[in-house]
């Protein structure tokens, strides 16, 4: 939509639900592609957690500002209690591609091309937080095959 400017009132409560929930779940993904013990678990989310701020802190466009502010108070995270790590990758990546087309249907180019390079930028920074692999810490990769294949997927979702 070129030359249009989104912001919350462009969207369904549902769409805008699904802003709030897409970066934790992007995020979440990669998280299930490669399980990399507690301490993993901790420094991915720590580092999910720490794009969120700084990404949402240098926002440009109104929409990525307003969902900024939105995410201060109402940030939301996907129920995952019994789903197995393919039912996470499955749900998220369906949840990044309605999001692409939301985004292409009611956002500038602007605007999509930025939401869309802040979420890879947070999944990249999650499958770089922790090395994979290897024992007490000692040899593993920093980013997983399966990492890869993961941040592959979200990037052809968003498309």
């Known amino acids: ?44 989310s720590a580092a999910a957690a720490e794009m969120l701020r700084e990404g949402l802190a240098s926002a440009q466009t109104e929409l990525m500002q307003v969902l900024a502010e939105d995410l201060k108070t109402n940030l939301s995270v996907h129920k995952l209690e ?19 087309n939301i985004l292409r249907a009611k956002a500038s180019e602007e605007e999509t091309a930025e939401f869309k390079s802040w979420l890879i930028a947070l999944a990249r920074r999650v499958a770089e937080a922790s090395h994979e692999g290897g024992f007490l810490g000692f040899g593993g990769v920093q980013v997983s095959e399966a990492e890869v294949s993961a941040l592959d997927q979200i990037e052809i979702a968003l498309r």
């Open 1 to 44: 939509m070129i030359g249009m400017v989104a912001n919350k009132s462009n969207f369904s409560i549902e769409e805008w639900d699904l802003f709030r929930k897409v970066p934790m779940l992007t995020g979440i993904i990669v998280m299930a592609a490669a399980p990399s013990g507690p301490l993993g678990v901790f420094k991915e």
């Open 82 to 100: 019994s789903e197995s790590p393919d039912q996470i990758r499955a749900a998220g990546l369906a949840a990044l591609r309605e999001l692409g």
